[in-house]
């Protein structure tokens, strides 16, 4: 160790001290900023409702809405969760941060062992690296959440750590088993 490893306060310095760069190859394509701009002008403006496909289930369903995927959008991710009346989703987390409208419904996150309470109308920040799971904690209605996140900018530098830690429920909530998602 050298002098020069030490910050002032005695701390060790580390790799992560060091500029970091980014980088990404592009290949099997040729880019034009012209084709670009009119792939991105000729995507819908307004998606229906009635067009958005839910998957998952028997308690959580998701139904992607913009996504580099689909085309619809370049940077940012939003998707459409439900979760059948007391349903739960499964335990996971991600590196990016994802805030949650709850659009319906009653429940709660527990992150990182934590409990938050939320209800329609709030708003719920799963923070960066955090370990998740989401519960509607009405065991006769729905809740939904429209969440909106910057995915994509963490999948384009490579940041690709999301680990599932407990599955989705294979079993639909006794007393519902016939639960379909709905966009209203």
């Not at 880019?31 to 839910?54: C, N, Q, T």
């Not at 708003?123 to 209605?141: G, K, L, M, S």
Request: proline share 7%.
């Amino acid at each position: 160790m050298e002098a020069r490893d030490i910050y002032e306060d005695g701390g060790l310095k580390t790799a992560y001290d060091k500029p970091r760069l980014f980088f990404r190859e592009l290949t099997g394509f040729t880019y034009s900023l012209a084709r670009e701009l009119k792939k991105l002008r000729s995507i819908p403006r307004v998606i229906k409702g009635k067009d958005l496909k839910f998957k998952s289930g028997p308690q959580y369903f998701n139904s992607n809405i913009l996504t580099p995927k689909n085309n619809t959008a370049q940077a940012l991710y939003a998707h459409l969760v439900v979760l059948a009346p007391g349903a739960k989703s499964h335990r996971h987390g991600h590196v990016n941060e994802a805030p949650f409208y709850i659009l319906d419904g009653k429940g709660y996150d527990v992150h990182d062992g934590k409990r938050y309470d939320w209800k329609a109308g709030d708003i719920c920040i799963v923070p960066n690296a955090c370990v998740h799971q989401h519960f509607n904690a009405d065991d006769r209605n729905f809740a939904r959440a429209l969440i909106i996140k910057s995915k994509p900018l963490y999948l384009f530098m490579n940041m690709l750590f999301q680990d599932t830690l407990e599955e989705n429920p294979k079993t639909p909530v006794p007393g519902h088993e016939d639960f379909e998602p709905s966009i209203t």
